[in-house]
């Protein structure tokens, strides 16, 4: 017995080491294809939340584009005026290297990159990183072989004439600075300092076999220090070898800590490895409170697609989905941002486009209110973009839910953490959302309906699309919620409550005696619609567990028909609506398995234009699997496939809770939850009909029964939940 105890606790250990991050790494056998690109790129993606970077490799060149969250050209103008911008690019032209082989290999734990290019004998190691507290990039070269390689280092930048660029020497540290000022609405620089690590400023690099070299490079903007470039030369010129390794033991703990917010356990390393790199991606490109990552995370060209711009429909939002469920909020933390910096010019769109208070976006934004879809060219894209699609000068593509889905992650933040002081800082956009609302319904028949609203971008005027239905109800159920929590506008919420009651019922319709939701009830010729979007299930809260039988019919009926498990758009939202529905479980794992396998090596989808959009969907998936706790209602694998044991630790939830659990040969074990808001929690019972004793701190508490345990926390308090 004990000897199976020991095999059995042998297999757990594997499983808990096969679980973490270090287990995984991403591996490039070639030279990537697709950079520069100006969508999606197939490179090794580095980088501390502020900067980026990426690599190629062609014709003896290894490239490392790099990037800033903070530098865009801003203008508020389409047609690739406005938009983030390549920073510059670090260079290194090895000689006699045209034909090399280029091979990749990049750790998940903490994002270090080794290249390795091989001409013949000899080698060229290029080990890589951003380090993680400080805007400084590390690069180690080493060289191996028969011959001494002959490597020229510049540093340079794309060729764009509008951009004023200056580089030199001062001492022995390279420089560069990039800035757009002409033709701009609020200027923008971005600075290098480059230098080896012994201190040589030549541009030719003589490295011997078994000789190693560093490079440091700083990087800033003038967003972040008045004089950018006097802060780079500052700051690498305190570089050295030993303060490099201080350095990377920094980097190593910040991303301890970040894998140390919320683990997840599962013996599948398909699963898995997916998992650890759409968490990674996110904690490698999103920090900055207010540039948070771009449709791209990553740009490497002037002229991104769709300006590389914060994309409304729904590709903005998607990748911070998941982020709340995995407890990473300060990666969350700022998404908010540039939505809130529109609410003028949403104030100046809603006047003139709808005739009503409140605010109304256009389909893309920039920073710092920035619109980058301004005057877009009308029937030069190929006849897709209408001269109706234009009003006002703004890019709408006749939705007025643009705005109203931008409260989606700002009700998720609040929901999951009821932090009081984010709260404060988001209330005045969801009262514009409310004021505009307010003023575009219609009230006829006892109802309140939409009229003259796109379900989607090409769908036309229609009549109650439902994703709009669903997004409004959200927005104003959160809102009455942070009214009364912020003690404010209490005169209000009766209309807020009537509207949520009152307004039409999300459109479905019937064939061949199954009933489906469709994307709005008619267009504007009066025809019925049947395409639909799925952000009405997820992430707007439309249909969920608790929803009538027939709006939950609808919904697997819909899920079933349409089948969009691999699709360029929407699969963000389709695979959580498919886990809400409670679809065949055993379908939707196997489907989440091809798509978790349908990548570049560096986790992005195949032939996806959208970046970073689906870096979370395998992540939130998994938790809404696992630990759904939608409406305030904690389900623990409530649709879950037989016969997969898994284990989570600090899941997020709504009400601020940090739940644990472990799911082992069908039953579930060690659940606890920490409470940190002291909010009243109510969970499904794990145990379907059995009694279950609260331990409150370490302490035995009261014992409940029932299909559903409701029960109040204090703040800060830690809740064991045991069958008895």
């Known amino acids: 017995m004990k000897y199976i105890l020991g095999i059995i606790y042998l297999l757990l250990g594997i499983l808990e080491i096969a679980a973490q991050p270090s287990a995984y790494i991403n591996v490039w056998r070639q030279a990537p294809l697709h950079i520069p690109n100006e969508s999606s790129t197939d490179a090794p993606l580095m980088g501390n939340g502020d900067i980026g970077m990426c690599v190629g490799f062609e014709k003896g060149l290894l490239r490392y584009y790099l990037t800033k969250n903070d530098f865009w050209r801003l203008q508020s103008k389409a047609e690739h005026l406005s938009g983030p911008r390549v920073g510059g690019y670090i260079d290194l032209k090895i000689k006699g290297f045209e034909n090399a082989n280029f091979e990749a290999e990049q750790t998940l734990n903490n994002g270090a990159t080794k290249c390795t290019i091989k001409q013949g004998t000899n080698q060229c190691q290029a080990y890589s990183w951003v380090a993680a507290t400080q805007n400084m990039i590390i690069t180690t070269l080493t060289a191996s072989g028969k011959d001494s390689l002959e490597i020229m280092l510049t540093l340079d930048t794309p060729c764009n004439e509008v951009a004023q660029v200056e580089k030199g020497v001062i001492g022995k540290t390279r420089y560069l600075t990039r800035a757009f000022i002409k033709d701009t609405e609020i200027s923008t620089q971005i600075a290098f300092a480059l230098k080896t690590s012994n201190n040589n400023s030549n541009e030719e690099i003589i490295l011997s076999p078994g000789e190693s070299l560093t490079l440091f490079l700083a990087v800033e903007s003038k967003f972040k220090k008045k004089n950018p470039l006097k802060h780079v030369l500052k700051e690498v010129g305190k570089m ?16 301890q800590s970040y894998w140390n917010k919320s683990s997840f356990t599962l013996d599948d390393k398909v699963l898995m490895k997916a998992y650890y790199q759409g968490l990674y991606t996110m904690g490698a490109c999103s920090r900055d409170k207010i540039f948070p990552p771009a449709l791209f995370g990553w740009v490497t060209t002037d002229k991104p697609s769709w300006n590389g711009d914060y994309h409304l429909n729904y590709n903005f939002y998607a990748p911070f989905y998941g982020l709340y469920s995995a407890n990473r909020i300060e990666q969350a933390s700022g998404q908010e941002t540039p939505l809130l910096d529109f609410m003028n010019r949403g104030r100046w769109y809603a006047q003139r486009v709808t005739g009503t208070r409140g ?25 897709y973009t209408l001269p109706e699609d234009v009003e006002s000068g703004g890019l709408f593509y006749r939705q007025r839910s643009h705005a109203l889905f931008g409260t989606v992650n700002m ?12 709260g404060k800082r988001i209330y005045p956009y969801l009262l514009a959302i409310a004021d505009f609302w307010e003023d575009f319904l219609v009230f006829e028949n006892g109802q309140y309906q939409i009229y003259n609203d796109a379900d989607s971008e090409k769908s036309g005027f229609c009549k109650n699309p439902g994703m709009s239905i669903a997004l409004l109800r959200n927005a104003l159920d959160a809102t009455i919620d942070l009214s009364k929590a912020l003690s404010r506008d209490a005169d209000r919420r009766d209309k807020w409550k009537d509207i949520i009651n009152r307004l039409r019922p999300l459109p479905i319709w019937k064939h061949h005696g199954k009933y489906f939701l469709r994307g709005a009830e008619e267009n504007e010729k009066g025809q019925q619609i049947y395409g639909i979007s799925f952000s009405m299930i997820y992430p707007a809260n439309g249909v969920t567990c608790d929803s009538d039988s ?48 349908h990548t570049y090596p560096n986790g992005f989808q195949l032939d996806n234009p959208h970046g970073i959009e689906n870096s979370c969907t395998v992540v939130n998936t998994l938790h809404e699997m696992s630990c759904m706790s939608v409406g305030n209602k904690i389900r623990l694998f409530s649709v879950w496939p037989k016969g997969v044991d898994a284990s989570f630790n600090k899941i997020r939830t709504w009400g601020a809770f940090l739940v644990s659990a472990s799911l082992k040969q069908e039953t579930i074990y060690d659940v606890s939850i920490f409470s940190e808001k002291g909010k ?45």
């Open 359 to 383: 605010i109304l976006y256009p389909v893309g934004i920039g920073p710092i209110g920035i619109e980058v879809t301004r005057d877009f060219p009308v029937m030069q894209d190929n006849g």
């Open 550 to 597: 027939l709006l939950l019919a609808a919904g697997i009926n819909t899920i079933d028909a349409i089948q969009q498990w691999q699709h360029h758009n929407s699969t963000s939202s389709f695979y959580p609506a498919a886990v809400r529905m409670g679809y065949n479980v055993e379908k939707v794992w196997s489907e989440l398995h091809k798509y978790a396998l």
């Open 680 to 724: 009243t929690c109510t969970i499904i019972n794990p145990w379907k009909e059995k009694t279950v004793l609260l331990i409150r701190d370490g302490k035995p508490g009261e014992k409940l029964a029932g299909k559903e345990l409701t029960f109040s926390t204090s703040v800060g308090e830690s809740i064991r939940l045991i069958p008895q």
């Open 411 to 422: 009700i998720q933040h609040w929901r999951h953490t009821y932090d009081l002081t984010y």
């Open 240 to 255: 050295n070898i030993s303060r490099s390794n201080r350095l990377w033991k920094e980097h190593n703990l910040w991303w």
